[in-house]
Structures are given as structure tokens and as C-alpha cells.
């Protein structure tokens, strides 16, 4: 059984930072590519960041692009999402995602089946 375990999330000030971790077990973490989303009230869950199955290729949504790094680390079964200058707008739950299916590009939403619970990020002005 696949698990995914969000931690980190938290309240911060405006221009402020936190590192997002999750912890996958169930499964060989190298057949996944990885995925953050996040779901703001009132809206649908979004891609924001994605990382291949190597590591070697990552994806960013334009409204985080240069203010977050995904980042995965095998060794111990782990992807990361660093998050710099954080906005009131970046409120959100955060959740990460696996991906397994080899044939499909790695930011393919739809391809994304097992998911964290997900972990709260709240950015004060």
C-alpha cells in the first residue's frame, strides 16, 4: 500500500519561507515521478510543481516559478518543496502526489493516483 506523508506547512509572514516534506513508503520511490499541488477555498486543486522520475527534469506553474524549488532525495524515500518570498495568495492546503505511469509526461495531472492528506499553508500579510 502506497503512503504519502505530508509535514511542514504552518503560518508565516508575507516574504517569509518553509520547506514542505513528504515521506513516501509502500513502494519503490524511484517508480514515481512527484507532484505538489494545492487547493485554495473555493478553488480546484493545481499543479504547481513536479519533478521526473530521475529528477532530472521539473516543472513549475508560473505563479510559483522562481519562488519554489521541488526537489526529490531517494536515499530516503522523500520529495521536498521549498517555498521563498510567500505570498498572501500561495494560502493554501498543500498536498503531494505520485505518479507511476511510465508512458505519460510527468506534469500530467490526471496521472497523479496516490496522494498525501495534505497540510495547511497559511501566508500573513
Known amino acids: 500500500q502506497v503512503r504519502l506523508v505530508e509535514s511542514g506547512g504552518g503560518l508565516v509572514q508575507a516574504g517569509g519561507s518553509l520547506r514542505l516534506s513528504c515521506a513516501v513508503s509502500?513502494?519503490?520511490?524511484?517508480?514515481?515521478?512527484m507532484g505538489w499541488f494545492r487547493q485554495a477555498p473555493g478553488k480546484e486543486r493545481d499543479l504547481i510543481a513536479a519533478?521526473?522520475?530521475?529528477?532530472?527534469?521539473?516543472h513549475y506553474d508560473d505563479s510559483v516559478e522562481d519562488r519554489f524549488t521541488i526537489s526529490r532525495d531517494d536515499a530516503k524515500n522523500t520529495v521536498y518543496l521549498q517555498m521563498n518570498n510567500l505570498k498572501p495568495e500561495d494560502t493554501a492546503v498543500y498536498y503531494c502526489a505520485a505518479h507511476d505511469t511510465y508512458d505519460s509526461d510527468y506534469r500530467t495531472t490526471s496521472d497523479y493516483k496516490y496522494w498525501g492528506q495534505g497540510t495547511q499553508v497559511t501566508v500573513s500579510s
Open positions: 519533478i521526473s522520475w530521475s529528477g532530472g527534469a521539473t
Open positions: 509502500g513502494r519503490s520511490f524511484g517508480s514515481f515521478a
